[in-house]
């Protein structure tokens, strides 16, 4: 191919028509990360977005490693420190996710008495979760109604002791009231205040689950890089936030809004890491059509 600079003006127009020809399909490669991390649906859950991904259908780019969701037809599943947690409702607007231990969802009785640990720097409970503690193997002698009227208590059977309450669901704090009754084991949980309120069964209670707001995974930048017109990723190695853009390279921050560079810069290979060359909200081109601007910008 004729070098463009020793052709006349009108065969060099001619060439950047040829170059931005093969431009869509360059661009095409940027915004496969962009398509990769469309909205997503999950068991019964719509519109799922970052910092959520479900590996099943996406590249890990499109979300955080601690939001990795397994998605099965009628359960949406999260694997938070140790345990699993069922996901019962996701908000993307407020960050807040309603889950249930797994461990405890069909039945409270156990033989495994562990405490949920949250990853507290992503995961917070919300100020509609109580702390209740589930009471396990409590003595049979001690057991008189009246002295577990306590309000708020619900008491259940495990197969452990045979036919009678042996086990207790109450508030935290109460706990030391029930201490006559020698339970030998206990878990933390905690419940919605929601769910607590006239609940007979404790199975209810604990699947109705709890609240864990999120943060600590770049919410603001992502913000900014939806208002650019991208989707946000995470790129694993770097553990750091990344702007997917519709046609053009992406970013770590910000899509800009126009289309930066020219068919000439095509030529050269792409650098590793995407900063575009006209700064994002550029006067230029305020508005985005696929060909038009490059053909444009390749003229001035
Ligand atoms: C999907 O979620 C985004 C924010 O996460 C929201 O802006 C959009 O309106 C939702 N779309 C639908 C169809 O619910
Ligand atoms: C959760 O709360 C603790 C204590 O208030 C705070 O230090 C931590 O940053 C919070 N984490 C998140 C993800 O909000
Ligand atoms: C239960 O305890 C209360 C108060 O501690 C007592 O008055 C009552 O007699 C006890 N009932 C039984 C059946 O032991
Ligand atoms: C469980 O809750 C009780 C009462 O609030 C508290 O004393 C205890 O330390 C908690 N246990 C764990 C493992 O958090
Ligand atoms: C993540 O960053 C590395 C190092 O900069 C880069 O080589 C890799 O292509 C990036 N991954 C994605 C998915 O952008």
């Not at 991904?53 to 037809?73: A, E, I, R, V």
């Not at 009227?149 to 002791?161: A, L, M, V, W």
């Not at 853009?245 to 289309?259: A, F, I």
Request: charged share 20%; proline share 7%; glycine share 6%.
């Amino acid at each position: 191919m004729n070098l463009p600079l020793l052709q006349p003006l009108s065969s060099f127009i001619n060439t950047l028509f040829f170059f931005s020809l093969f431009f869509p399909t360059y661009v095409s490669s940027d915004s496969e990360g962009y398509s990769a991390c469309e909205p997503f649906s999950c068991g019964q859950i719509n519109n799922i977005s970052y910092p959520f991904w479900n590996s099943d259908q996406q590249p890990s780019y499109c979300g955080h490693p601690k939001f990795k969701l397994d998605c099965q037809q009628d359960s949406v599943t999260i694997g938070m420190v140790s345990q699993r947690f069922h996901v019962i409702e996701i908000d993307q607007t407020s960050k807040v996710l309603k889950i249930a231990r797994l461990d405890l969802w069909n039945d409270p009785c156990t033989d495994e008495y562990s405490d949920v640990k949250l990853d507290s720097d992503f995961f917070n409970y919300t100020s509609n979760d109580d702390e209740y503690t589930l009471l396990y193997d409590c003595g049979r002698p001690v057991l008189n109604t009246s002295r577990v009227n306590i309000e708020g208590t619900i008491p259940f059977t495990c197969p452990i002791g045979g036919g009678f309450p042996n086990a207790f669901c109450l508030l935290s704090k109460d706990v030391g009231n029930l201490k006559g009754l020698g339970c030998k084991n206990r878990i933390n949980v905690s419940v919605l205040r929601e769910a607590m309120k006239d609940a007979l069964l404790v199975q209810k209670v604990l699947e109705g689950g709890f609240e864990v707001g999120w943060s600590g995974v770049d919410e603001d930048r992502c913000d900014g890089c939806i208002k650019s017109g991208g989707r946000c990723g995470h790129n694993e190695s770097k553990d750091a936030f990344m702007c997917l853009c519709l046609n053009q390279q992406s970013s770590d921050e910000v899509c800009s809004k126009s289309l930066a560079r020219s068919p000439l810069a095509a030529q050269t290979p792409r650098p590793t890491t995407a900063k575009s060359l006209i700064p994002p909200n550029s006067p230029i081109f305020p508005k985005q059509s696929p060909h038009a601007p490059s053909m444009y910008s390749s003229l001035i």
